[in-house]
Structure formats: structure tokens, C-alpha cells
């Protein structure tokens, strides 16, 4: 659960965190993900302020200048194209500084609230996923398929650094295998330690995974 104090921290708060952490020499700050919260214990237990990830990681990636800013995003419950242009723009205006943690998303009440589709999000996390390295790699992407169709387009901005490096949650043999396509890293929360080293051996047995 949340801790009390965290109710008490202001944006001044937060960005003194943002600037020691990266005068001390951390690699990435992480910003969770939640839109709203259903009145009940999850709310008591998770607390209600869930300021927007995407939104605080401009913030943080404006009041720091080497430190990586790593917002977590449930993809299937955002437009593809608007969240490609959302991290790009992060992107391309810290100098290549965002980091991605891209999740298909576990809480059902969220998607209903959303609009999202929550019984195929896997697929959608993998379609969307597609479509946006298309729309940051080609001068005119274009992109057909099942959950998203992107007819050719000029998309601008580009990524800084040629590519914006992706991360993934998740623990389901699906979610190591979409890592393994696609991933620089994985984010192992709600893993029990005991597991992570065979998920590891599996994201590594994947056809194309990196060492």
C-alpha cells in the first residue's frame, strides 16, 4: 500500500527527489500507472493520487538533465498513435531521456472505465507496440493491423538516438515473449524472487533475444 507521508508530497517535493536522485548517481526515475481508482479498498489500500505518468515524466524530464525518466504505460488503454506521439515528443525534447515500461494492464475496472479491451490486451499491447516502432522508424509509415491501421503518413518528431529504448512488465509466458521481441529490459514487479531467474532463462531461449 501507499504510505501516509506520500499523501503530504507536494511537486516541490517530487522534483527535489527527481534532482538528488540524479546527483547521486541513479540511472532512472519510475513513474506508476493508474488513471482512477474504484471506491473501495483498492483505493484505501493504493491511494488516490495517480498524477498522469506520461504527463509527470515531462515534468521530471524538464527539472533533470542526465537522469533516464522511466513512465510506466498500460498501452491498451491509450490511442497508439497519440501514445507513440507522446513518447517520442518526451523523447526528442530530454534528448532521448524517457524510458518506456510498456504494460498490457491487469485491472479490468480500469479498461471498462477507459473503454479498452480488456479480454484481447494482450494482442492489442503487441499490435500497438508494432505500430508505434513503425510510426518512429519510417519517413512514411504505414501500418495494417488487427487492433490498429495506420495509413501512410509523415510522423515527425523522430527519436533523438535513432530508436527510444522500450521496457516490459509482465509475467505470463506471453508477456516474456513480447520482452524478448521487443524489449531492452524487463521489469519484474509482483515476481516472486525465487521465479526470476527461470523467467530470465525463458526471455533468453526466445528466437532473436540478446544475451
Known sequence: GQPDWANDLTPDHIRIIAERAEALGFSHLVIPWHMAMPPDEFAVNMGARWPHSIAA???LLGATRTIQVAP?????????????KALVTLDWMSGGRCLPVILSGYVQWEFDL???????RDAVTDDYVEAM????????????GPFVKVPELVFEPKPRRGRIPLWF???????????AKYGDGWMSYATAAADIPA??????????AEA
Open 57 to 59: 515524466a515531462g515534468m
Open 72 to 84: 510506466l504505460v498500460v498501452a491498451p488503454c491509450h490511442q497508439p498513435i497519440e501514445l507513440a
Open 114 to 120: 477507459l473503454g479498452a479491451d480488456y479480454e484481447n
Open 133 to 144: 516502432l513503425a510510426l518512429w522508424r519510417d519517413a512514411k509509415p504505414r501500418y495494417d
Open 169 to 179: 512488465g509482465g509475467r505470463t509466458k506471453r508477456a516474456l515473449r513480447r520482452m
Open 199 to 208: 523467467a530470465v532463462d525463458y526471455i533468453r531461449a526466445q528466437p532473436g
